[in-house]
Structure formats: C-alpha cells, structure tokens
C-alpha cells in the first residue's frame, strides 16, 4: 500500500495555487497597462487629426495658421510632458516609450511643433520639466531612470 504524505500534497498545491494567481495579477497588470496605454494613444490622435496636416508634414505654417493651431500645438505638448511623467513613474512599458519617444523627436523637430515648443517654454518657465529634461539629453533618455527604485518604492 502506498503511504501518502498529505502535508507535502497540501504544501505543494498551496505553491501551484500562488504561482497561478500570481501569473494571473501579473497578466491582469499587463492587460490594464496595455488599456491604460491605447487610451493615451486615442487622446493623442485626438489631438493629432485638430492640428493642420501642413504641420505634420513639416511645412511652414503662416502667421495666422499658426495662431489658430497654437491652441492643439500646446496640448499636444502638454500631452508629451505627461507621457514623459507617465514612464517616468512606471506607468508605460519601455516598448512603448520607445515608440513614443521617436514620435516625441519627429515631432518636435517640424517646425510648427518646434515654434510653439520655443514660446512654451519662454512662457511656462518651471513647467514642462520633463519634456525640457528629455530635450536635454537629446531624446534619448529613458524617463524611468531618472526615479530611483527608492523613489519609486515610497511613491503613493
């Protein structure tokens, strides 16, 4: 007959059970980050399709175009400096922000973009510290790193 230790069983299917909840918070973060990051991805074509389309192209705007774009220009910045804040604190995954990043660049580097970047930042001087800090390392950094796991531990 065989003898079966049912503390051991017990003890191993207690370990099985934690293993499949934990694997499933972790997809359910997943899946709530991936959510989280579509609908930042909406707001930005939101405001994307309101800005003349000679701008996305890289064209000139005149005096007068741009000061009727100026309004969407700024929050499509202001929605940058957020997506910046946003990887900053964890809350996009590094495959995105790389993605966004390359976006952030192209985009600042038209010139309407770059024209109305230049008055925000003569104007809202101690705000849009994340885009002038990304700005400064040339696009290339990565926001997460500029939060120790400290920091970050302590955070609310």
Sequence with gaps: MVNIDWSAAGSIGTALAVLVAAWQVHKNTQQARTDFEDELSREYREVARSIPVKAHLGKQL??????????????????????????????????TWKNWA???????????????????????????????????????????????????????
């Design 62 to 95: 005149g005096e007068e175009e741009f000061e009727q774009a100026f309004q969407m220009l700024y929050q499509y910045i202001d929605l940058t400096n957020e997506q910046i804040f946003l990887r900053m604190n964890g809350r996009v995954c590094k495959t």
């Design 102 to 156: 390359e976006g952030i660049k192209s985009n600042l580097s038209r010139p309407a973009f770059a024209k109305a970047w230049a008055y925000i930042k003569e104007g809202a001087v101690g705000s849009f510290d994340e885009l002038r800090r990304l700005e400064k390392s040339g696009f290339a950094a990565d926001p997460r790193t500029w939060v120790s796991a400290q920091q970050r531990f302590w955070r609310c």
